[in-house]
């Protein structure tokens, strides 16, 4: 039996055309290392895929380049998915490829990063939206599993730091399909009863498809239009989710995010401690000016002259001077009064009897009463 001789070409284009009829050699889905790494110029990638033996050349076309969501590098990790062929004008076998995924990651990894993207485009991330978190809360709204380790971390961490800050728990699923809808329940149920300062959302740790309720699309917009700040608490601190960009503040682990909501309480009574100094400093000078200058009288009798057009010359310059110290006065009065009605005192972490607060709240009763002695 005679072979019959064949051209180059005609070599080329057989071996082809059996390889591409082979099923497998169709639907490869190949692990190495990548080398040689080209970004031409047309938009194609041309690169070497590589283990410690052998290596395979690479091609993605520019079409399919468009859904790479990542940057190649060399000696990246990499599965790549693909046909194995023969390009025919030189003989050339190589990998033609339809996708590249990073080593260790699926389509999961994917649709997190697509999501990521999209809501970074829509300005969900911006800080400037990001919502202050309150300086003394004394109610913490936690959305978690009532059984899981992430509550008990809180609860402990909160009692430790804190004995007055209360905490209420809405239950939540936070694994499982369709447990992110729990989440935004418990997001919505303290925005509407707004019985609480702040709300922690978050779970302990876990893989990547445990923690996927907080990479939902839904949970994410949620928490945009929360009015009340919200802080996620979601894994260990290698792991992030979406609701870790989303929210006001993002915590490594639910231990942190307790410490960041809830001040130390001792630190709060020396601000108190600081408040009632300063308070007593004011009441100092108000008692100065309350002795220097008897209202009635220089009041009076500005009153008399001011308004009687023939005594208004027998305005002598000691009754300006005293005039002045009166201004002062009323002026020291109303910036310390003003600053007792803010949020600077945090007067709810004190129990009603206890003896500084006592002393302080005495001390406001009498400048209030002062005050109004002067309307």
């Keep these: 039996m005679k ?8 070599v080329n284009n057989y071996i082809k055309k059996i390889l591409d009829n082979d099923f497998i050699l169709n639907n490869l889905s190949v692990r190495g290392e990548i080398s040689n790494l080209k970004y031409h110029s047309s938009g194609h990638i041309y690169f070497s895929l590589k283990d410690d033996n052998s290596k395979i050349n ?13 940057v190649l590098k060399e000696g990246m990790a ?3 998915s693909g046909r194995a062929s023969v390009y025919s004008a030189n003989g050339t076998f190589q990998l033609y490829c339809d996708r590249i995924e990073q080593e260790g990651l699926g389509e999961l990894h994917i649709k997190f990063e697509k999501l990521k993207e999209k809501l970074s485009r829509e300005g969900y991330f911006d800080e400037e939206l990001k919502k202050p978190l309150p300086k003394n809360p004394y109610r913490i709204g936690v959305v978690t599993s009532e059984t899981g380790a992430a509550i008990c971390d809180i609860i402990n961490v909160i009692r430790r730091r804190n004995s007055k800050v209360d905490i209420v ?15 935004i329940d418990g997001i919505e149920y303290f925005n509407k009863t707004k019985s609480v300062e702040v709300i922690i959302i978050g779970r302990g740790g876990g893989s990547l498809e445990e923690l996927w309720n907080f990479n939902e699309e839904a949970l ?17 601190e290698v792991d992030f989710t979406i609701s870790d960009f989303v929210s006001d503040f993002r915590a490594a682990t639910p231990s942190q995010a307790a410490e960041v909501v809830v001040p130390l309480e001792r630190e709060l009574y020396r601000e108190i401690n600081e408040f009632e100094k300063e308070l007593a400093d004011w009441n100092a000078v108000i008692v100065k000016f309350w002795v220097q200058i008897d209202k009635d009288t220089q009041l009076a009798r500005f009153k008399e002259r001011e308004n009687t ?8 310059d000691e009754d300006w001077r005293n005039r ?9 009065v109303n910036e310390m009064l003003q600053k007792t009605n803010t949020a600077y005192a945090p007067w709810h972490i004190l129990e009603s009897n206890d003896k500084k607060y006592a002393r302080i709240k005495a001390l406001k009763t009498v400048i209030e009463a002062i005050e109004k002695k002067m309307e």
Aim: with cysteine; aromatic share 12%.
């Design 169 to 183: 728990l809405y239950p939540a699923l936070v694994q499982g399909e369709g447990a992110y809808k729990t989440v």
């Design 220 to 236: 994410a917009y949620a928490i945009h239009k929360s009015n009340l700040p919200i802080v996620s608490a979601v894994g260990h």
């Design 309 to 316: 057009p023939e005594k208004r010359w027998k305005i002598t």
């Design 3 to 10: 072979i019959k001789t064949l051209t180059v070409s005609e």
């Design 324 to 332: 002045e110290k009166w201004d002062l006065y009323e002026e020291a």
């Design 78 to 80: 990499v599965i790549v």
């Design 58 to 70: 690479c091609i993605m076309f520019k079409s399919k380049s468009y859904d790479l969501d990542f």
